[in-house]
């Protein structure tokens, strides 16, 4: 059954540094998700993107985020200057369109810890 | 904004069956979602309502009431591995569709 994958699955960085966070999503689905979960919380929307750009973020995804989809297989959320507060498990999904039954289907997530 | 309010914990016996509620506001709605998270996993998707009344999927049902804004899961036979988190979720029209969660349900299932 095809997956969402993510790399690397646990990630540790000083704060003021940039970390990358890889997400392949299923092959042949067209809208992809980021969202993190700080320790014990709920799941937090970041961002969505469709057709090589953003469709819609949250007001979490300030300048410090990125994403960008680099060739036909990858899904990057970049963090350009991480912050105490960004510690967080980030979870990629995809989904086959953007419709109201298109379930999302989740990675297994990268744990990122700032230090 | 959007909220969705839940109860933070269920504990029930195995075998029985148990109901989480939701209760949602948002400016623009497209439906109710209801996801899994085992500690340490990601989410899995388990339903979704546009509409009201009852989906139902093997063990597990949803309902929607748009009028009440409000929703439930129902879990019956309750099993072991049904220990989880259950996040209710709605995709917030408002501005496109971005997908809002709740602060989750822990359910504990004892033997």
């Known amino acids: 059954e095809p997956e969402v994958t993510q790399t690397p699955s646990h990630q540790v960085t000083q704060m003021g540094q940039e970390v990358i966070l890889r997400c392949v999503p299923i092959?042949?689905?067209?809208?992809f998700y980021w969202y993190r979960q700080i320790l014990g919380q709920k799941v937090e929307f970041l961002v969505s993107?469709?057709?090589?750009?953003?469709?819609?973020k949250s007001e979490i995804f300030d300048d410090q985020f990125s994403v960008e989809r680099p060739d036909g297989s990858n899904f990057t959320l970049k963090i350009r200057s991480t912050k105490l507060e960004d510690s967080a498990m980030y979870f990629c999904?995809?989904?086959?369109?953007?419709?109201?039954?298109?379930?999302?289907?989740f990675g297994p997530g990268t744990r990122l810890t700032v230090l | 904004g959007q909220s969705l309010e839940q109860p933070s914990e269920v504990t029930a016996v195995e075998g029985a069956i148990v109901q989480i509620n939701c209760t949602y506001q948002?400016?623009?709605?497209?439906?109710l979602s209801w996801y899994q998270q085992h500690d340490g996993g990601a989410p899995t998707f388990l339903s979704y309502?546009?509409?009201?009344g009852l989906e139902e999927t093997g063990r597990f049902s949803s309902f929607l009431s748009r009028s009440d804004s409000y929703g439930y899961l129902l879990l019956q036979e309750l099993q072991m591995k049904d220990s989880a988190s259950y996040f209710c979720?709605?995709?917030?029209?408002?501005?496109?569709?971005?997908?809002?969660f709740g602060a989750g349900t822990r359910l504990f299932v004892k033997a």
């Open positions: 948002t400016s623009g709605f497209y439906g």
């Open positions: 979720a709605v995709r917030d029209g408002t501005g496109g569709f971005k997908t809002i």
């Open positions: 092959s042949n689905h067209l809208y």
């Open positions: 999904a995809s989904s086959l369109g953007r419709g109201s039954y298109n379930e999302q289907f």
């Open positions: 309502n546009a509409l009201d």
């Open positions: 993107f469709y057709n090589n750009e953003i469709s819609e």
